[in-house]
Nanobody, 115 residues
């Protein structure tokens, strides 16, 4: 089992920045992919960004150039730096950890961007 604890959400004005963190504990395994997805009210959960344990990243087109994902393997922590935030970025952001055994999700953290 893997436990994920997210932090860093909140309320920010359009154009502002937030940094999300997600710490993983338990049976994480050294080879894994971590990332973030988001879900706005009434919409499906969509991928935001992922990063492998070797550092390969992937971003949704809607956040390219504005968001940056990184990780600290020693701390089993993944970060999402969100800049130039837009009202359409408002959603619950979920951390994800995927290894050979299974996929795990955090409880979610709310990000609200006011116009």
């Amino acid at each position: 089992q893997v436990q994920l604890v997210e932090s860093g959400g909140g309320l920010v004005q359009a154009g502002g920045s937030l940094r999300l963190s997600c710490a993983a504990s338990g049976s994480t395994f050294s080879i894994n992919t971590m990332g973030w997805s988001r879900q706005a009210p009434g919409k499906q959960r969509d991928l935001v960004a992922t990063i492998t344990s070797s550092g390969t990243t992937n971003y949704a087109d809607s956040v390219k150039g504005r968001f940056s994902i990184s990780r600290d393997n020693a701390k089993n922590t993944v970060y999402l730096q969100m800049n130039s935030l837009k009202p359409e970025d408002t959603a619950v952001y979920y951390c994800k950890h995927q290894n050979w055994r299974s996929t795990y999700w955090g409880q979610g953290t709310q990000v609200t961007v006011s116009s």
